[in-house]
């Protein structure tokens, strides 16, 4: 009875796609064949790929064989990035800043759900990393989420809230640890 009931009234509220069917079919057979194969290890041609579906890369980007990207043309990622086998569960937009670092086997994730509602209404909201944020290999960042200039979180570390500049994050839920300083 329950699950009956979830399925007739869940709510996806005003979450558009953003694509045509089309469009989306096309991107669903691409990032099989040449992103999660890793049968192309060209960081260009990713890139070119990247583009010809609506992201907004900028120059010399790194993106590594094995990233898995939800929807290319809800991704903007400034100059000098590198984005390694991440996975960006992007239903809003997700903005990268120039400098920014991506880790191995990191998630991006923009959307959840409304686990008070029995609806199970989907909710959504953008990440955004500001120049120079790092986010550490198997880290987790939530939706709404905001790196601002420099902030780092490390290693394994959930983000729930927002990280401030020049600062070090660690732990579920990651807590500011040290402040970031160059040298």
Not at 44 to 55: K, S, W, Y
């Amino acid at each position: 009875m329950l699950k009956t009931q979830l399925q007739k009234n869940f709510d996806t509220g005003n979450f558009q796609i953003g694509a045509s069917g089309l469009k989306q079919l096309l991107w669903y057979f691409t990032d099989a064949f040449f992103f999660r194969s890793k049968m192309i290890p060209f960081s260009n041609m990713l890139v070119f790929f990247l583009r010809a579906f609506g992201a907004k890369i900028g120059k010399d980007v790194r993106i590594k064989p094995g990233i898995q990207i939800k929807y290319p043309w809800k991704l903007e990622v400034g100059d000098y990035s590198w984005l390694a086998d991440c996975y960006i569960e992007n239903l809003d937009w997700v903005k990268i800043g120039n400098h920014c670092c991506i880790s191995q086997q990191a998630m991006l994730m923009t959307g959840n759900h409304n686990y008070k509602k029995i609806s199970f209404d989907l909710m959504t909201s953008p990440i955004i990393l500001e120049d120079g944020a790092w986010v550490g290999a198997r880290a987790s960042v939530c939706p709404g989420v905001k790196f601002y200039t420099h902030s780092i979180l490390s290693m394994g570390s959930v983000a729930i809230g927002d990280l401030a500049a020049y600062s070090i994050y660690q732990g579920n839920p990651a807590v500011k640890i040290r402040d970031r300083i160059f040298h």
